[in-house]
């Protein structure tokens, strides 16, 4: 267990839907990232969050979105589903805003569109 | 692409064997770290460089940075079948976010 925890680990949902995925980070992180794993995409960064706040933001599509809560839980919201949106999203924590420091990484959910 | 780039993209070797691994990158970097993650889990923080140092342990692992070539290694010595593993460099591109490689699928076969 990385202290990392990530819900749901699996997820199957029919295209034009909308989910939502969840991540707790390490005790003490204050900073979240998330990154989609593809096949053919492989591990691309879409956004990161620190104490709340968004710090940076990478090939995140318009349709999907995220925010951080007071008690630094963070939430992927990926809404009008497509078959290509279909991978493995991962959550990861770290103490400070700038990777200093090794990322803690969740187990991910495995995101199924059919 | 400022990511790192990992050679070889597979690599097959025998229990006991060493297995070597290169990322090369583009830009400057204030560290480069090596990840692990075995089929469908999360990844594994392995070790971290600094662009002050050159080379760095830790247990069989042993990583070597050249700032001049921009390039990285990560050697695993004595490797075990549960090595067998996708391995992964990163660096910082722009602001605090890691870019990962494509990574090195590496079989230990026992």
């Known amino acids: 267990d990385s202290g990392v925890t990530q819900t749901p680990k699996h997820l199957i949902t029919a295209t034009g839907q909308r989910v939502t995925l969840r991540c707790s980070p390490r005790?003490?992180?204050?900073?979240v990232y998330w990154y989609q794993q593809s096949l053919d995409q492989g591990l691309q960064f879409l956004i990161q969050?620190?104490?709340?706040?968004?710090?940076a933001k990478g090939n995140i599509l318009e349709r999907f979105s995220a925010q951080q809560f007071p008690d630094l839980h963070s939430e992927l919201n990926l809404s009008s589903l497509e078959l290509g949106d279909s991978a493995l999203y991962f959550c990861?924590?770290?103490?400070?805003?700038?990777?200093?420091?090794?990322?803690?990484f969740g187990s991910g959910t495995r995101l199924t569109v059919v | 692409s400022q990511q790192g780039e990992e050679d070889p993209q597979a690599l097959s070797i025998q229990e006991g064997e060493n297995a070597t691994m290169n990322c090369s990158y583009k830009?400057?970097?204030?560290?480069l770290q090596w990840y692990r993650q075995n089929s469908g889990r999360g990844l594994v923080h392995l070790i971290l460089i600094r662009s002050n140092e050159r080379e760095k342990h830790s247990g069989r692992l042993r990583v070597t940075l050249d700032t001049s070539k921009k390039s990285s290694s990560l050697l695993i010595t004595a490797s075990r079948a549960a090595d067998t593993a996708s391995y992964f460099c990163?660096?910082?591109?722009?602001?605090?976010?890691?870019?990962f490689g494509e990574g090195t699928q590496l079989t230990v076969n026992p």
């Open positions: 990163a660096i910082i591109s722009s602001g605090s976010r890691l870019t």
């Open positions: 969050y620190y104490n709340g706040e968004e710090r």
């Open positions: 005790s003490g992180d204050l900073s």
């Open positions: 830009t400057s970097i204030n560290n």
């Open positions: 990861a924590s770290s103490v400070w805003g700038v990777p200093n420091y090794g990322y803690t």
